[in-house]
């Protein structure tokens, strides 16, 4: 096997042999592999044909099956290659039974990618990982009926290039191509989820779990977790997020269900911990899930294209039947279980997307003005396992009192509890929410802006970033797509970015490796 499409890729250079530190075992790194060649296959196939919206839907989650965290299960991959390679016989029948060797619509072979050129595997990389994490979205988007052409067309060349020899120039431009088309995507994403559940309004979410019945659940897919509601109204069962879900609170019509009681745990690198003992089942509806460990491994549901062997998946009926009586037959616990955040405070803010920020425009506007607020900083993006990581706790820690704290997606557990206070009735802390919500982000720095007649790059604002898997890499491209400048990004650099294509980041974009927080903040501030 050969992956290096995450963070915490062995040694930093790429996970080889039996399996890699994700748990992904050789046989499933190999079966993704030949199941994104087959997406080749079908994305040549479709650059002459006229693929459905069906096409579509199989592209988007056989990208999305191949995210770190996601699947492990080597049936459920190849039934996905399956359903790749029907979809390209509907789109051109003739050529399964045609024997001539044409690579019009043949499969792609990973390994040519794998041992390419540095910098053509580099810049092909940064295609390719950022249009799986973009079908993550689009695929969000999608449940609830959302979307978007340009944004499904782009699978198709982004995949198609992949499999062709081009030019170190040609793949720079499909590279920012691919940030600018994922910013439509997440902003498909963003109009499905708040046209369906409303503007996310500041919403406190406890941290304590009651007494009773259980249902954790994990993940982005908001569509789960409103189906998840829905069935278990009035059966005596209390709903808890867990990670990436936590902004779901905001979102009006889901925060109108009693039974949607707060937040569990913290960050998913730390589930087996917390999950050791839980006297409740957990429903996985994207990444991150970990290898199960056999304490809580009669708990562990999957739905959408997670999967984990023997775990129970919930197909398209969605019928939650499984896990709702597992959660009558556990209980919960007996009396109120106290729990907290990595700095012990036991509640979490959140809903502070665009529409909110917006609204208070004028009174962060006259802050700046006043002097009040000095600085914004962007702290986003995964978290994960490594040590480093403890950098964005004390980096935020570390923030001047007259500096605003904006942040989003899982790498907000490293601080989200901590209390920083106010300026002029905002908090310092402001949660923007999941990782897709970056496009909340965008908005709020647009609109700044052009409140002060001025670029993005001339506000007072530095964004701190931390990657772990492939969503993180197509809101990254996003950023640079946009021209965003200055970005410190950790807590390691990607191991699929070369050398030469790293001085390219850093010579047009300024990109910077973390360092220390006292020494960022000295040069962010100086
Ligand atoms: Fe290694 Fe990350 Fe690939 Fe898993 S997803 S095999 S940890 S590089
Ligand atoms: Fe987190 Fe896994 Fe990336 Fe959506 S949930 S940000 S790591």
């Known amino acids: 096997m050969f992956c290096f499409q995450c963070e915490q890729t062995a040694g930093g250079t790429g996970c080889q042999g039996r399996a890699g530190v994700c748990g992904k075992k050789a046989n499933t790194a190999t079966l993704q592999d030949e199941l994104t060649g087959a997406l080749i296959g079908l994305a040549r196939t479709a650059m002459n044909s006229t693929p459905t919206a069906e096409t579509h839907k199989t592209v988007i989650e056989g990208l999305f099956t191949t995210i770190t965290n996601v699947s492990f299960d080597d049936e459920a991959i190849e039934c996905q290659i399956a359903k790749t390679e029907a979809a390209k016989q509907a789109m051109a029948p003739q050529c399964s039974s045609c024997a001539s060797k044409c690579v019009r619509n043949d499969n792609y072979d990973m390994q040519n990618l794998w041992t390419d050129n540095e910098d053509i595997r580099s810049l092909k990389s940064l295609i390719l990982f950022g249009i799986r994490g973009m079908a993550a979205y689009a695929y969000h988007a999608l449940v609830l009926g959302y979307t978007d052409d340009e944004v499904n067309l782009f699978f198709y060349k982004a995949l198609a290039a992949i499999g062709e020899e081009l030019d170190a120039d040609t793949l720079l431009a499909l590279v920012m191509e691919t940030g600018n088309v994922n910013l439509k995507c997440m902003e498909l994403l963003d109009r499905a989820n708040t046209e369906t559940y409303g503007t996310p309004e500041p919403t406190k979410v406890t941290m304590n779990i009651e007494a009773g019945p259980f249902i954790v659940v994990s993940g982005h897919d908001l569509y789960d977790l409103h189906l998840l509601l829905e069935q278990t109204k009035g059966k005596g069962i209390n709903i808890y997020t867990h990670g990436e879900m936590l902004p779901a609170h905001a979102y009006p019509a889901l925060k109108a269900y009693p039974h949607l009681k707060g937040n569990f745990g913290t960050a998913w690198q730390n589930q087996q911990k917390e999950f050791d003992g839980l006297p409740a089942p957990v429903l996985f509806t994207t990444n991150c899930l970990m290898p199960v460990k056999q304490s809580y491994s009669d708990r562990i549901f999957t739905t959408e294209v997670v999967a984990y062997p023997e775990m129970v998946h919930i197909d398209e009926d969605k019928d939650f039947t499984p896990v709702i009586n597992k959660a009558l037959e556990l209980g919960g616990y007996r009396e109120l279980h106290p729990m907290t955040g990595i700095n012990g405070g036991d509640t979490l803010t959140t809903g502070f997307a665009r529409g909110t920020v917006l609204s208070v425009a004028d009174k962060v506007i006259d802050a700046v003005k006043a002097g009040a607020i000095k600085h914004f900083f962007l702290v986003g993006g995964c978290d994960g396992a490594r040590p480093g990581r403890n950098y964005y706790t004390d980096f935020v820690k570390q923030t001047p009192k007259d500096t605003i704290i904006l942040t989003l997606a899982c790498g907000k557990y490293r601080f989200n509890d901590l209390d920083l206070g106010e300026i ?103």
């Open 424 to 526: 002029g009735g905002l908090p310092r802390i402001m949660d923007m929410g999941q990782c897709n919500d970056a496009y909340s982000a965008i908005q709020v720095a647009i609109a700044l802006a052009g409140a002060f007649e001025c670029g993005v790059n001339e506000l007072p604002l530095t964004l701190v970033l931390s990657w772990y898997e492939q969503k993180a890499v197509c809101i990254l491209l996003s950023l640079l797509a946009l021209g965003i400048k200055n970005i410190y990004l950790g807590p390691t650099l990607p191991a699929f970015v070369s050398p030469n294509i790293l001085n390219v980041l850093v010579e047009k974009f300024g990109i910077s490796p973390i360092s220390t927080p006292e020494a960022d903040l000295k040069k962010i501030l100086g």
